[in-house]
């Protein structure tokens, strides 16, 4: 790390890091769903379906190991979810980042506000909340 | 219709969306539901989920931008959103006991009000007045940067505007729509931040409550990747311009589509109310 002398704090800003961490994370979502969606209309260049009709997502497509599962065995809707979940993750780990600069940083209101909203977030993306 | 057609048309709409979400702060979630529903005959369900990954999907593309140029208050939205979330779980449990066409009714009425408020800029801070001291406790000042260099600036009435954002988490949470609204009224008009720093601001928190809220969908079967990842592709590549374009916007013309928009969701919240769909 490196380290400001005259401050004694770290010379990176949250700012930075915190936009490099949204940006991997973007990026490895698009990857992914640009494969899975290219995958897919290979194999469905066809009429689409009617979404007009409500039919709830197969289980193996909810969460994120039964679509990692899944992708894993050359399933491209499955493949394009992974790339959906990555996104979702993003918050998460951009949340997650900011708890651990602001740690760094000794700015302790700031970790725990961002604890604070961890545990909120982790409510919805366990699956508990239905 | 054939499915690259149907995906073509939702990623080209969600671009539209992902460019005024990056602007407004609002997410964009507000048009991808009219897209999705009356245009392409897309079950509400299906475009719910759909709508909430295209907010993620807006905070995430712009944020790194506007994370890094300096726009958004970091400090500010990690205060904000801790009441912001706190109140969309107050929402959920609430959401169970309350008429939700009635606050739809009423909210749209309120959004209404917004939207012929915001246009104008709220009045400035009066020079020589006392700084807020919880904003000044928590080192919540910031500049952002102008076509001069930065510009410095101190939020105001810290605790009201955190009483508001936790009355925002329960609204989304109850209504599906408007956090992004209020989030940014709390900081434009009670902690009369700079616009832009609002609007940025309140587009690096809405991609929190959204993600917690997706997942929930995603758990229950209600996203379909046919549908949401045009959606969240074309929201990406859309805020990824508004992110270039809103340095250059003058903040009166931005403040007009803010207005236009809020009108529009509130108009959707009334007939929403009223038994609609729209």
Redesign the interface.
């Known amino acids: 790390m490196k380290i400001n002398e005259e401050a004694g704090k770290p010379r990176w800003t949250?700012?930075?890091r915190?936009?490099?961490v949204?940006?991997a994370?973007?990026g490895m979502?698009?990857g992914v769903?640009?494969l899975?969606?290219g995958d897919?209309?290979r194999s469905?260049?066809?009429?689409?379906?009617d979404?007009?009709?409500?039919t709830?997502?197969?289980?193996e497509?909810?969460?994120f190991i039964e679509s990692w599962y899944a992708a894993m065995g050359g399933d491209a809707?499955a493949m394009?979810?992974i790339?959906?979940?990555l996104?979702?993750?993003?918050?998460?780990a951009?949340?997650c980042a900011?708890a651990v600069l602001?740690g760094i940083r000794r700015e302790n209101?700031?970790v725990l506000?961002?604890l604070?909203?961890l545990a909120?977030?982790c409510?919805?993306?366990s699956?508990l909340?239905? | 219709?054939?499915?690259?057609?149907?995906?073509i048309l939702v990623f080209g709409g969600s671009i539209a969306a992902g460019v005024l979400g990056a602007l407004t702060g609002l997410g964009g979630g507000v048009i991808i539901i009219p897209l999705l529903v009356l245009l392409?005959?897309?079950?509400l369900?299906?475009a719910i989920g759909a709508s909430l990954?295209a907010v993620?999907?807006t905070?995430?593309?712009s944020?790194?931008?506007f994370?890094?140029v300096?726009f958004?208050n970091?400090?500010v939205a990690?205060?904000l959103?801790?009441l912001a979330?706190?109140g969309?779980?107050a929402g959920?449990i609430l959401a169970q006991y309350t008429p939700n066409a009635v606050i739809a009714a009423v909210f749209g009425g309120v959004l209404l009000y917004t939207a012929a408020t915001t246009w104008r800029p709220p009045k400035p801070i009066e020079a020589g007045a006392a700084p807020d001291p919880l904003a000044m406790r928590?080192n919540l000042g910031g500049a952002y940067p102008g076509s001069h260099g930065p510009v410095p600036y101190m939020p105001g009435r810290v605790p009201q505007a955190m009483g508001v954002m936790f009355g925002a988490g329960v609204l989304s949470a109850l209504v599906g729509i408007g956090s992004g609204i209020v989030k940014v009224f709390a900081m434009d008009r009670l902690m009369r931040l700079p616009f832009k720093v609002s609007t940025t601001t309140s587009n690096f928190m809405i991609?929190?409550t959204?993600?917690?809220?997706?997942?929930?969908y995603?758990?229950?079967?209600?996203?379909?990747?046919?549908?949401?990842?045009?959606v969240?592709?074309g929201a990406?590549l859309g805020s990824f311009i508004g992110a270039r374009v809103l340095p250059k916007v003058r903040t009166n013309v931005l403040r007009m589509i803010f207005a236009g928009v809020v009108a529009f969701a509130g108009v959707q919240m009334i007939i929403k109310g009223a038994g609609g769909v729209l």
Do not use: N
């Not at chain 1, 469905?44 to 379906?49: A, C, E, L, N, S």
């Not at chain 1, 979404?51 to 409500?54: K, S, W, Y």
């Not at chain 2, 392409?40 to 079950?43: A, I, N, Q, S, Y």
């Open positions: 949250i700012e930075e915190l936009s490099r949204i940006a994370g973007v979502s698009i769903c640009v899975g969606t897919f209309l469905h260049m066809g009429r689409v379906r979404f007009g009709v409500f709830p997502e197969t289980q497509l909810k969460g809707r394009m979810q790339g959906l979940w996104l979702i993750l993003t918050p998460v951009r949340v900011a602001f209101v700031f506000a961002s604070a909203v909120m977030m409510l919805g993306l699956g909340v239905r | 219709m054939t499915a690259l057609t149907f995906m392409l005959g897309v079950d369900r299906y990954l993620v999907a905070s995430c593309g944020a790194a931008a994370v890094r300096g958004t970091v400090r990690v205060v959103e801790v979330a706190a969309a779980v959920a928590l991609g929190v959204a993600a917690a809220s997706v997942a929930v995603m758990h229950r079967g209600l996203v379909v990747p046919e549908v949401c990842v045009p969240a592709m990406l």
